[in-house]
Protein backbone atom coordinates (compact mmCIF):
# COMPACT_ATOMS: atom_id res chain seq x y z
CA UNK A 1 0.00 0.00 0.00
CA UNK A 2 1.24 3.71 -1.17
CA UNK A 3 1.93 6.04 1.67
CA UNK A 4 1.19 9.53 1.55
CA UNK A 5 4.96 10.22 1.43
CA UNK A 6 5.64 8.01 -1.27
CA UNK A 7 2.16 9.65 -3.33
CA UNK A 8 4.11 12.92 -2.15
CA UNK A 9 7.29 11.16 -3.94
CA UNK A 10 5.28 10.51 -7.12
CA UNK A 11 4.53 13.99 -7.42
CA UNK A 12 7.91 15.34 -7.00
CA UNK A 13 8.66 12.55 -10.20
CA UNK A 14 6.45 14.08 -12.06
CA UNK A 15 7.67 18.13 -11.25
CA UNK A 16 10.78 16.95 -11.95
CA UNK A 17 9.66 15.86 -15.38
CA UNK A 18 8.39 18.93 -16.97
CA UNK A 19 11.37 21.11 -14.99
CA UNK A 20 8.84 22.41 -12.17
CA UNK A 21 9.92 23.22 -8.83
CA UNK A 22 8.49 20.88 -6.29
CA UNK A 23 7.45 23.42 -3.75
CA UNK A 24 5.18 25.02 -6.74
CA UNK A 25 2.56 22.00 -6.40
CA UNK A 26 -0.76 22.91 -4.40
CA UNK A 27 0.29 26.47 -4.41
CA UNK A 28 -2.87 28.84 -4.37
CA UNK A 29 -3.29 32.06 -6.60
CA UNK A 30 -6.32 33.67 -5.55
CA UNK A 31 -6.54 36.90 -7.03
CA UNK A 32 -7.47 37.61 -11.46
CA UNK A 33 -4.22 39.52 -10.79
CA UNK A 34 -2.09 36.67 -9.78
CA UNK A 35 -3.37 34.63 -12.18
CA UNK A 36 -2.89 37.14 -14.94
CA UNK A 37 0.77 37.37 -13.62
CA UNK A 38 0.58 33.29 -14.69
CA UNK A 39 0.01 34.71 -18.32
CA UNK A 40 -3.92 34.21 -18.17
CA UNK A 41 -4.64 37.93 -19.56
CA UNK A 42 -7.43 36.61 -21.48
CA UNK A 43 -9.67 35.19 -19.36
CA UNK A 44 -12.35 37.31 -17.94
CA UNK A 45 -12.13 36.38 -14.16
CA UNK A 46 -15.12 38.80 -13.32
CA UNK A 47 -17.82 35.30 -14.68
CA UNK A 48 -17.61 32.44 -12.49
CA UNK A 49 -19.59 29.66 -11.18
CA UNK A 50 -16.99 28.65 -8.45
CA UNK A 51 -14.54 30.18 -6.38
CA UNK A 52 -11.17 31.20 -7.25
CA UNK A 53 -9.62 29.69 -3.83
CA UNK A 54 -11.10 26.39 -5.16
CA UNK A 55 -8.20 26.00 -7.30
CA UNK A 56 -4.86 25.11 -6.35
CA UNK A 57 -1.80 24.55 -8.88
CA UNK A 58 -0.82 21.15 -9.63
CA UNK A 59 2.73 22.18 -9.93
CA UNK A 60 3.13 22.72 -14.03
CA UNK A 61 2.12 25.86 -15.08
CA UNK A 62 -0.15 26.41 -17.76
CA UNK A 63 0.31 24.43 -20.89
CA UNK A 64 3.34 22.98 -18.88
CA UNK A 65 1.34 19.47 -19.53
CA UNK A 66 1.42 19.74 -23.44
CA UNK A 67 -1.33 18.73 -25.49
CA UNK A 68 -1.99 16.71 -28.31
CA UNK A 69 -2.74 19.24 -31.25
CA UNK A 70 -1.21 17.18 -34.36
CA UNK A 71 -1.65 13.90 -32.97
CA UNK A 72 -0.14 10.37 -34.90
CA UNK A 73 -1.65 7.29 -35.63
CA UNK A 74 -0.50 4.14 -36.74
CA UNK A 75 -2.44 0.87 -37.19
CA UNK A 76 -3.77 -0.41 -34.34
CA UNK A 77 -2.85 -4.05 -35.83
CA UNK A 78 0.77 -3.29 -36.77
CA UNK A 79 1.55 -1.68 -32.97
CA UNK A 80 3.85 -3.65 -30.91
CA UNK A 81 4.40 -1.21 -28.05
CA UNK A 82 1.55 -1.51 -26.66
CA UNK A 83 0.98 -4.82 -24.11
CA UNK A 84 -2.74 -6.00 -25.04
CA UNK A 85 -3.74 -5.76 -21.11
CA UNK A 86 -3.06 -1.90 -21.35
CA UNK A 87 -6.16 0.32 -21.30
CA UNK A 88 -6.96 2.65 -24.12
CA UNK A 89 -9.54 5.05 -24.77
CA UNK A 90 -11.80 3.16 -27.01
CA UNK A 91 -13.25 5.93 -29.91
CA UNK A 92 -15.26 5.25 -32.84
CA UNK A 93 -17.92 7.95 -34.58
CA UNK A 94 -19.29 7.37 -38.11
CA UNK A 95 -17.49 4.48 -38.97
CA UNK A 96 -13.89 5.71 -37.35
CA UNK A 97 -12.21 3.86 -34.56
CA UNK A 98 -9.04 5.05 -32.78
CA UNK A 99 -7.47 3.87 -29.70
CA UNK A 100 -5.63 6.49 -27.31
CA UNK A 101 -3.54 4.82 -25.40
CA UNK A 102 -3.53 5.63 -20.74
CA UNK A 103 0.41 5.29 -21.71
CA UNK A 104 0.71 8.64 -23.73
CA UNK A 105 -2.52 10.22 -22.09
CA UNK A 106 -0.86 10.32 -18.82
CA UNK A 107 1.70 12.71 -19.96
CA UNK A 108 -0.91 14.57 -22.21
CA UNK A 109 -3.79 14.64 -20.61
CA UNK A 110 -5.65 16.22 -23.51
CA UNK A 111 -5.62 15.04 -27.51
CA UNK A 112 -7.21 17.56 -29.71
CA UNK A 113 -8.61 15.36 -32.64
CA UNK A 114 -11.09 14.91 -35.53
CA UNK A 115 -12.75 11.73 -35.61
CA UNK A 116 -15.43 10.79 -38.23
CA UNK A 117 -15.61 14.52 -39.39
CA UNK A 118 -16.48 15.24 -35.39
CA UNK A 119 -13.60 17.74 -33.94
CA UNK A 120 -12.97 15.94 -30.15
CA UNK A 121 -11.17 16.22 -27.24
CA UNK A 122 -10.39 13.36 -25.89
CA UNK A 123 -9.29 13.69 -21.88
CA UNK A 124 -7.56 11.70 -19.32
CA UNK A 125 -6.96 13.06 -15.43
CA UNK A 126 -4.54 10.77 -13.56
CA UNK A 127 -5.38 11.62 -10.18
CA UNK A 128 -9.09 11.14 -10.59
CA UNK A 129 -8.63 8.18 -13.34
CA UNK A 130 -11.31 10.07 -15.07
CA UNK A 131 -11.45 9.48 -19.16
CA UNK A 132 -14.07 11.45 -21.02
CA UNK A 133 -14.19 12.62 -24.36
CA UNK A 134 -15.86 16.03 -25.62
CA UNK A 135 -16.96 17.44 -28.76
CA UNK A 136 -14.85 20.69 -29.67
CA UNK A 137 -17.68 22.62 -30.07
CA UNK A 138 -18.41 25.63 -28.87
CA UNK A 139 -20.83 28.82 -28.71
CA UNK A 140 -17.61 30.74 -30.17
CA UNK A 141 -17.08 28.02 -32.82
CA UNK A 142 -15.04 24.46 -32.88
CA UNK A 143 -11.89 25.17 -30.53
CA UNK A 144 -8.50 23.35 -29.56
CA UNK A 145 -8.01 22.73 -25.36
CA UNK A 146 -4.92 22.96 -23.05
CA UNK A 147 -4.16 22.22 -19.62
CA UNK A 148 -4.38 24.89 -17.42
CA UNK A 149 -1.93 23.54 -14.61
CA UNK A 150 -4.62 23.98 -12.08
CA UNK A 151 -6.98 21.34 -10.18
CA UNK A 152 -10.15 21.66 -8.14
CA UNK A 153 -11.28 18.60 -6.31
CA UNK A 154 -8.18 16.92 -7.39
CA UNK A 155 -9.06 17.31 -11.11
CA UNK A 156 -7.96 18.73 -14.31
CA UNK A 157 -8.82 21.82 -15.37
CA UNK A 158 -8.81 22.99 -19.12
CA UNK A 159 -9.10 25.77 -21.03
CA UNK A 160 -10.13 26.93 -24.62
CA UNK A 161 -7.66 28.36 -26.79
CA UNK A 162 -10.41 30.84 -28.28
CA UNK A 163 -11.36 32.39 -24.96
CA UNK A 164 -9.27 30.95 -22.16
CA UNK A 165 -12.32 29.98 -20.36
CA UNK A 166 -11.21 27.34 -17.78
CA UNK A 167 -13.39 24.30 -18.14
CA UNK A 168 -13.83 21.37 -15.40
CA UNK A 169 -13.00 18.10 -16.92
CA UNK A 170 -14.70 15.95 -15.01
CA UNK A 171 -18.62 17.61 -15.63
CA UNK A 172 -17.30 19.46 -18.95
CA UNK A 173 -18.09 22.22 -17.63
CA UNK A 174 -16.86 25.80 -17.78
CA UNK A 175 -16.35 27.73 -14.37
CA UNK A 176 -14.53 30.21 -14.95
CA UNK A 177 -14.28 33.02 -18.08
CA UNK A 178 -16.67 34.55 -20.73
CA UNK A 179 -18.22 30.99 -21.28
CA UNK A 180 -18.85 30.19 -17.71
CA UNK A 181 -22.04 27.82 -17.34
CA UNK A 182 -21.79 26.65 -21.19
CA UNK A 183 -20.93 22.37 -21.20
CA UNK A 184 -20.11 20.55 -23.23
CA UNK A 185 -21.65 17.79 -25.26
CA UNK A 186 -19.98 14.17 -23.98
CA UNK A 187 -19.28 11.69 -26.81
CA UNK A 188 -19.58 7.46 -25.56
CA UNK A 189 -16.05 6.29 -25.45
CA UNK A 190 -14.89 2.85 -24.17
CA UNK A 191 -11.89 2.48 -21.42
CA UNK A 192 -10.81 -0.80 -22.69
CA UNK A 193 -7.75 -3.06 -23.22
CA UNK A 194 -6.06 -2.91 -26.50
CA UNK A 195 -6.30 -6.51 -27.20
CA UNK A 196 -10.51 -5.23 -26.57
CA UNK A 197 -9.90 -2.21 -29.09
CA UNK A 198 -8.44 -4.72 -31.56
CA UNK A 199 -10.70 -7.03 -31.39
CA UNK A 200 -13.72 -4.52 -32.44
CA UNK A 201 -11.84 -2.78 -34.94
CA UNK A 202 -9.29 -4.61 -36.70
CA UNK A 203 -8.58 -2.26 -38.98
CA UNK A 204 -8.46 0.87 -36.59
CA UNK A 205 -5.23 3.08 -35.55
CA UNK A 206 -3.85 3.57 -32.49
CA UNK A 207 -2.35 7.44 -31.35
CA UNK A 208 1.72 6.86 -31.09
CA UNK A 209 3.25 9.68 -29.29
CA UNK A 210 4.90 12.32 -32.25
CA UNK A 211 8.48 11.33 -30.22
CA UNK A 212 8.61 8.30 -28.44
CA UNK A 213 11.45 9.56 -26.49
CA UNK A 214 9.56 12.71 -25.34
CA UNK A 215 8.54 10.90 -22.09
CA UNK A 216 8.81 7.73 -20.15
CA UNK A 217 5.67 6.20 -22.12
CA UNK A 218 4.69 3.39 -20.72
CA UNK A 219 6.25 4.39 -17.52
CA UNK A 220 3.09 5.05 -14.74
CA UNK A 221 4.48 7.94 -11.92
CA UNK A 222 1.91 7.83 -10.12
CA UNK A 223 2.85 4.02 -9.13
CA UNK A 224 0.47 2.52 -6.18
CA UNK A 225 -1.88 5.76 -6.30
CA UNK A 226 -5.36 3.72 -7.06
CA UNK A 227 -4.30 1.30 -3.81
CA UNK A 228 -3.04 4.60 -1.08
CA UNK A 229 -5.70 5.40 1.36
CA UNK A 230 -6.63 9.49 0.30
CA UNK A 231 -6.34 10.94 -2.91
CA UNK A 232 -3.18 13.74 -3.71
CA UNK A 233 -4.05 17.23 -3.71
CA UNK A 234 -7.60 16.78 -2.52
CA UNK A 235 -9.39 18.86 -0.29
CA UNK A 236 -12.69 18.08 0.23
CA UNK A 237 -14.91 16.06 2.01
CA UNK A 238 -15.26 12.26 1.65
CA UNK A 239 -18.69 10.47 0.87
CA UNK A 240 -19.77 8.08 4.15
CA UNK A 241 -19.27 4.45 3.98
CA UNK A 242 -17.13 3.84 0.73
CA UNK A 243 -13.07 3.86 0.30
CA UNK A 244 -12.58 6.99 -1.47
CA UNK A 245 -10.21 5.60 -3.70
CA UNK A 246 -12.93 2.75 -4.65
CA UNK A 247 -13.52 2.75 -8.07
CA UNK A 248 -16.83 3.81 -9.15
CA UNK A 249 -18.47 3.56 -12.88
CA UNK A 250 -19.88 6.65 -13.49
CA UNK A 251 -22.74 6.55 -15.79
CA UNK A 252 -23.21 9.80 -17.30
CA UNK A 253 -27.01 11.08 -18.69
CA UNK A 254 -27.36 14.59 -19.94
CA UNK A 255 -27.22 16.56 -16.64
CA UNK A 256 -27.61 13.51 -14.35
CA UNK A 257 -25.19 10.38 -13.23
CA UNK A 258 -25.25 7.66 -11.20
CA UNK A 259 -22.35 5.12 -9.76
CA UNK A 260 -21.87 1.79 -9.15
CA UNK A 261 -18.79 0.29 -7.35
CA UNK A 262 -16.61 -1.76 -9.63
CA UNK A 263 -16.46 -4.02 -6.90
CA UNK A 264 -20.09 -4.70 -7.30
CA UNK A 265 -20.17 -5.04 -10.82
CA UNK A 266 -16.97 -7.62 -11.09
CA UNK A 267 -19.70 -9.71 -8.22
CA UNK A 268 -22.59 -9.83 -10.42
CA UNK A 269 -20.24 -9.20 -14.48
CA UNK A 270 -23.76 -7.22 -15.19
CA UNK A 271 -25.71 -4.47 -13.34
CA UNK A 272 -29.14 -2.44 -14.90
CA UNK A 273 -30.28 0.25 -13.94
CA UNK A 274 -33.19 1.72 -15.61
CA UNK A 275 -32.28 1.66 -19.57
CA UNK A 276 -28.87 1.25 -18.73
CA UNK A 277 -27.00 -1.80 -18.88
CA UNK A 278 -23.37 -2.19 -17.15
CA UNK A 279 -21.07 -4.90 -17.56
CA UNK A 280 -17.82 -5.80 -16.93
CA UNK A 281 -14.72 -8.77 -18.37
CA UNK A 282 -11.47 -9.48 -17.11
CA UNK A 283 -8.25 -8.55 -19.10
CA UNK A 284 -7.33 -4.34 -18.44
CA UNK A 285 -4.56 -3.52 -16.53
CA UNK A 286 -5.19 -0.62 -14.31
CA UNK A 287 -2.89 1.93 -14.94
CA UNK A 288 -2.11 3.35 -11.58
CA UNK A 289 -0.84 0.58 -9.76
CA UNK A 290 2.48 -1.01 -10.60
CA UNK A 291 5.85 1.00 -11.92
CA UNK A 292 4.44 -0.09 -15.90
CA UNK A 293 1.30 1.20 -17.10
CA UNK A 294 1.11 -2.94 -18.37
CA UNK A 295 1.95 -4.25 -15.38
CA UNK A 296 -0.94 -3.30 -12.56
CA UNK A 297 -3.22 -5.77 -11.65
CA UNK A 298 -6.79 -6.57 -13.87
CA UNK A 299 -9.21 -4.11 -13.19
CA UNK A 300 -11.71 -5.68 -16.25
CA UNK A 301 -12.95 -4.06 -18.75
CA UNK A 302 -16.41 -2.05 -18.41
CA UNK A 303 -19.42 -1.36 -21.06
CA UNK A 304 -21.66 0.87 -20.67
CA UNK A 305 -25.38 0.38 -22.75
CA UNK A 306 -28.31 2.49 -23.12
CA UNK A 307 -31.54 0.94 -24.18
CA UNK A 308 -33.98 3.20 -26.64
CA UNK A 309 -37.54 3.11 -27.49
CA UNK A 310 -37.55 0.61 -29.41
CA UNK A 311 -35.51 -1.99 -27.04
CA UNK A 312 -32.36 -1.26 -28.87
CA UNK A 313 -28.70 -0.87 -27.36
CA UNK A 314 -25.85 1.64 -28.12
CA UNK A 315 -23.13 2.70 -26.56
CA UNK A 316 -23.10 5.36 -23.05
CA UNK A 317 -21.10 8.11 -21.89
CA UNK A 318 -18.66 6.64 -18.60
CA UNK A 319 -16.03 6.83 -17.28
CA UNK A 320 -14.49 4.57 -14.23
CA UNK A 321 -13.74 6.87 -11.99
CA UNK A 322 -12.70 7.32 -7.67
CA UNK A 323 -15.02 7.71 -5.19
CA UNK A 324 -14.10 10.76 -3.46
CA UNK A 325 -14.08 12.40 -7.40
CA UNK A 326 -17.30 11.21 -7.80
CA UNK A 327 -18.66 12.28 -4.49
CA UNK A 328 -16.87 15.90 -5.13
CA UNK A 329 -19.01 16.95 -8.51
CA UNK A 330 -22.56 14.71 -7.74
CA UNK A 331 -22.57 14.48 -3.81
CA UNK A 332 -26.66 14.12 -3.68
CA UNK A 333 -26.41 11.37 -6.50
CA UNK A 334 -26.29 7.60 -5.39
CA UNK A 335 -23.27 5.17 -5.49
CA UNK A 336 -24.63 1.41 -5.76
CA UNK A 337 -22.80 -0.38 -3.96
CA UNK A 338 -24.93 -3.36 -3.31
CA UNK A 339 -28.30 -4.67 -5.40
CA UNK A 340 -31.71 -3.74 -3.69
CA UNK A 341 -33.52 -6.95 -3.18
CA UNK A 342 -36.82 -6.51 -4.63
CA UNK A 343 -35.99 -3.24 -6.87
CA UNK A 344 -37.72 -3.32 -10.31
CA UNK A 345 -35.52 -0.82 -11.66
CA UNK A 346 -32.15 -2.36 -10.96
CA UNK A 347 -30.71 -5.78 -11.12
CA UNK A 348 -28.01 -7.53 -11.21
CA UNK A 349 -26.41 -10.70 -12.72
CA UNK A 350 -26.02 -12.29 -16.13
CA UNK A 351 -29.71 -11.75 -17.39
CA UNK A 352 -29.59 -8.01 -15.74
CA UNK A 353 -29.96 -6.30 -19.51
CA UNK A 354 -32.53 -9.04 -20.79
Not at 169 to 194: D, H, N, Y
Not at 236 to 254: L, S, T, W
Amino acid sequence: MMSIRACQGAALMIAAAFLIPAGAAGADYLTPHDLRQQGWSRTDFSKRSVELSEFISGGPPKDGIPSIDSPKFAKAADERSIPDQEPVIGLEINGEARAYPIRVLMWHEIVNDTVGGVPVAVTYCPLCNSAIVFERQTSRGVTTFGTTGKLRHSDLVMYDRETETWWQQFTGRAIVGSLTGEKLALIPSRIESFALFKQRHPAGAVLVPNDRDFRHYGRNPYEGYDTTKVPFLYRGEFRAGIDPMARVVVVRDEANAFGITLELLRKHGQVSSGPFVVSWSAGQASALDHATVAGGRDVGNVVVRKRNDKGEHADAPYDVTFAFAFHAFHPNDAILQKCPAGDNEVRCGAAAGN
